[in-house]
């Protein structure tokens, strides 16, 4: 019968400590209280044991958690007011002072808040627009109808760029997050945009901008049809008259040799010349079926009047 | 009472069984941890474990292309895509780095490379993936010019994807960026429509200017055939008189040396073969004496009545 019952209390036992075997995963990290007074921490996975009833366990998340902070208005350096939107990942490296200070992950996120909020207005308002925006001093070519939109922003080469701002803001939230058992891996600027009023301003400027831009291609276009129209006609007179000339010279060139022709020959005897040109002109000219006045004394009546061979 | 025991062991068995063996599909992995220890990666098929929770599994599909997508969505992917209406603006304006603004819509397609990592590195890989590709977009499209964003859309694209995997390796979530694609990368919509106006004058300058071009082009080349034509024209009317007066010419200079041999009979000869060929075309001939008194009709020659001439 005793050893039923020794039997029996071992399996109780055994079932009791059971319950304080407790698994700690990969993504967890714990520690062990007992009535809430810190006992020890639990950072590696694998299976313990604590006190059951006695103790109590806290699991906390070993893993890299990601904040987002709200868009927030803050004005820069040089008075312009932008929404910047950031992010951060953070873990816990203590567990002990996390669960002191912030309890647990939503508390923890409301204390970033309001931390990283400060830090990075305390970074902005320190630095110019551009600062924010760019990440190189590489140089662009700026747009001065945006820049006079913006009222007065200074479109110059940055000097830190968006990384090392990120950096400043990380800096400053990293001390005060220490005490929280907190790592600050990193913030970054998810996003950063103008403000409603500024955004149509900028609009109505990039509009006017590519208007002028269309007025000006359409003239230029214009002014250069134009030009080809005109060289078109000065081409045009030019090929022409060129042709008169040319056409000119040779028919001048060919009747000063016909001329020239003529008159060696007919100059060897102009009075041949004559006879031959005026029975041409007589042959010919006369046409068909017109009246002619003979006079008598024509040498062709010669025989009429006077038989020949006197 | 036998029953009793076998029930119970059938119960045992049972639930030995069914917390022991698992199954892993294609596609994915299996991540066993023994006591919250990782200790094994299992691949497809049918597997035992320990039983009873001393062993777990977690699974990942680790083939699968998980897809984030920035400034739209998808609203059904098809043969042709449907696209949601909303224009998710806060993700898709903006800076560019002379501070004007623009809209880039793009996607991420990634996958598990390392399942460990995936697990349990960060508590939310979706939302750092998305958080850091916008943070590394607009980094990139903010030290970019407007133009510059506008035109060399793919080149930044790669700078980005690189970027973002970077990152993603620092972060070590144990994925992989296997593309990034911008969808679009436009003007804000509120001046899309004066940009599409630049396009449009562009095009209607560069009309007018062809136009011209063609017109010369067509006009010129013509005007030129036309004055060669001119000018063969006269050179032809050249040769043609010059040929002609050397024609006539010899045919003088011929007769001359006829004229030359024997000269009064050759001019009477000429004189009234002239004449013979003449007369008979004249339809009236009226032969009048000079002190023109009588009118007295002839005829043609070899008929009608022939008058004497009064003296």
Do not use: C
């Amino acid at each position: 019968m005793g050893r039923v019952i020794a039997i029996l209390l071992l399996l109780v036992a055994i079932g009791v400590s059971a319950t304080g075997a407790f698994v700690v995963d990969p993504d967890e990290q714990a520690i062990v209280l007992q009535f809430g007074a810190f006992v020890r921490e639990v950072k590696e996975p694998g299976l313990y044991f604590k006190v059951p009833f006695l103790q109590q366990l806290r699991r906390f998340d070993r893993r890299i958690v990601e904040w987002d902070g709200n868009p927030r208005q803050i004005t820069t350096l040089e008075k312009q007011i932008v929404f910047i939107d950031t992010y951060a990942r953070w873990r816990i490296v203590e567990v002990l002072p996390f669960y002191e200070s912030v309890r647990d992950q939503m508390g923890a996120q409301g204390r970033l808040d309001d931390i990283i909020d400060a830090s990075t207005r305390d970074v902005v308002s320190r630095n110019n627009l551009i600062e924010m925006v760019r990440n190189s001093s590489r140089p662009l070519v700026a747009a001065e109808a945006v820049a006079s939109a913006l009222g007065g922003v200074v479109l110059d080469t940055p000097t830190l760029g968006r990384t090392k701002i990120e950096g400043l803001i990380l800096q400053t939230a990293r001390k005060e997050v220490a005490r929280l058992g907190i790592e600050l891996l990193d913030v970054r600027i998810k996003r950063v945009n103008y403000i409603e009023g500024v955004q149509a301003k900028v609009f109505e400027r990039m509009q006017a901008e590519r208007k002028q831009r269309a007025a000006m291609l359409r003239s230029e276009g214009e002014a250069r049809a134009q030009e080809i129209a005109g060289e078109r006609e000065k081409e045009m007179r030019r090929i022409q008259s060129e042709a008169y000339r040319k056409a000119q010279e040779i028919q001048g060139r060919a009747d000063a040799e016909a001329s020239s022709i003529y008159a060696q020959a007919y100059s060897r005897d102009p009075a041949l010349y004559d006879l031959v040109k005026t029975l041409e002109t007589l042959e010919y000219g006369l046409a068909t079926g017109s009246v002619v006045v003979l006079s008598p004394k024509s040498p062709l009546f010669k025989l009429l009047q006077e038989p020949p061979g006197r | 009472m036998a029953a009793v025991p076998l029930i119970a062991l059938l119960v045992v068995g049972g639930l030995l069984v069914g917390t022991s063996l698992y199954s892993i599909d294609s596609a994915e992995v299996g991540v066993v941890l023994r006591f919250g220890r990782v200790v094994r990666q299992e691949p497809p098929g049918l597997h035992l474990k320990a039983p009873l929770g001393i062993e777990e599994v977690r699974v990942v599909a680790v083939q699968h292309v998980y897809k984030e997508e920035f400034g739209f969505r998808t609203k059904q992917a098809d043969v042709r895509t449907t696209y949601d209406e909303g224009d998710y603006l806060e993700e898709s304006l903006m800076l560019t780095g002379d501070l004007n603004m623009v809209k880039v819509e793009w996607s991420v397609q990634y996958r598990i490379k390392d399942p460990v990592a995936y697990l349990f590195q960060a508590r939310n890989v979706v939302g750092n993936i998305r958080y850091g590709s916008e943070s590394v977009m607009r980094k990139v499209v903010g030290d970019a010019s407007f133009d510059e964003v506008i035109t060399k859309g793919d080149e930044l694209a790669v700078a980005v994807h690189q970027e973002l995997q970077t990152l993603v390796d620092d972060y070590k979530l144990g994925i992989e960026i296997q593309l990034l694609k911008m969808q679009h990368v436009v003007p804000p919509p509120k001046v899309l429509e004066a940009f599409n106006e630049v396009n449009e004058a562009q095009q209607e300058s560069e009309k007018l200017v062809n136009q011209a071009l063609q017109s010369y082009n067509e006009v010129v080349p013509a005007e030129k055939g036309r004055a060669e034509a001119l000018v063969k024209t006269s050179e032809g009317y050249a040769i043609e008189r010059v040929n002609r007066a050397r024609g006539d010419a010899d045919r003088f200079l011929s007769l001359l040396a006829e004229y030359q041999k024997a000269p009064e009979v050759t001019r009477s000869r000429l004189y009234l073969e002239s004449m013979a060929r003449l007369l008979p075309q004249l339809e009236k001939k009226y032969i009048v004496d000079e002190r023109g008194a009588t009118l007295l009709p002839i005829g043609s020659f070899g008929g009608g009545p022939a008058a004497a001439p009064e003296r």
